[in-house]
């Protein structure tokens, strides 16, 4: 069956973020002062072939964790869903 | 009220996304061949202070359009949780 994962990918709380920084000082400067703490990451979808959603899940946990995360700056979570 | 904005950025559907055909093929390198049809795209966390869940989504449709996404390129998705 065909699965999509969805990956949220982002720096860590306690690390410096920035790319997020910059945007929190932009929205002050453009008059959106009502919106703080701007964090950024990454959204990665995939489409995985796999017998159940447990095994699609392994296998986002496996590509993220060895292609698109850096676990030492950035944590994630992933979602799966059947397409 | 306090509310987190979580914004979900990706590349249109129609369009190249020379990142995700990268990586898609890598994962067929490293051997995650049932994995297939990667897109990377942005996620976004704000912190928005605003009167009502409608008005935070407002704010953040403006800082995703004023500043986060490029909509020629990218379409995006807001959800609104409260903290």
Do not use: A, K, P, V
């Given at each position: 069956m065909k699965y999509q994962a969805e990956i949220e990918i982002m720096p860590r709380k306690?690390?410096?973020d920035p790319q997020g920084k910059a945007v929190s000082q932009s929205f002050k400067n453009i008059g959106?002062?009502?919106?703080?703490n701007a964090r950024i990451g990454k959204f990665v979808t995939l489409e995985i072939e796999a017998n159940s959603a447990e095994d699609a899940k392994k296998l986002a946990d496996e590509a993220t964790t060895k292609l698109l995360a850096n676990l030492i700056m950035e944590s994630y979570e992933v979602n799966i869903k059947e397409l």
């Open positions: 306690g690390l410096l959106l002062d009502t919106i703080s």
